[in-house]
């Protein structure tokens, strides 16, 4: 290759979908009261208000506690991962709010690197 290196990036899963899926910067607000991390997500520009739960926090992205600012940290960590599971399943759901539970991080398909071959 001339001493190029070709390198594979997996792209965001949401990439593929039919909806066209984006997620603002903005911060996200833990919700006590049902031990969520609540996130905005715009589907074809319509604002639908997402969550994650404490439990799939402190199973996949290092949450030691259901404390705020821990499971804060914990979804910033894990962003980039939250958000591309968050659109498979608004892509699957026909763009309704989703809350990511902890088995959703372990369903076929829904993988940061699915389809990768090694």
Do not use: Q, W
């Not at 390198?7 to 996200?28: G, V």
């Not at 715009?42 to 996949?60: N, P, Q, R």
């Not at 608004?90 to 090694?118: A, C, Q, T, W, Y």
């Amino acid at each position: 290759m001339n001493g190029v290196v070709a390198m594979f990036i997996p792209r965001a899963a949401y990439e593929d979908s039919l909806m066209h899926i984006t997620f603002p910067d903005d911060a996200p607000a833990f919700d006590g009261s049902s031990l969520t991390v609540r996130f905005a997500a715009c589907v074809d520009g319509k604002i639908v208000v997402c969550a994650i739960t404490a439990e799939a926090l402190e199973d996949h992205f290092g949450a030691d506690s259901p404390l705020e600012d821990v499971l804060i940290r914990a979804y910033e960590r894990g962003r980039a991962r939250i958000r591309s599971v968050c659109a498979e399943a608004l892509d699957l759901n026909g763009g309704e709010s989703v809350i990511l539970h902890s088995g959703l991080f372990r369903v076929e398909g829904m993988e940061p690197d699915r389809g990768v071959k090694s």
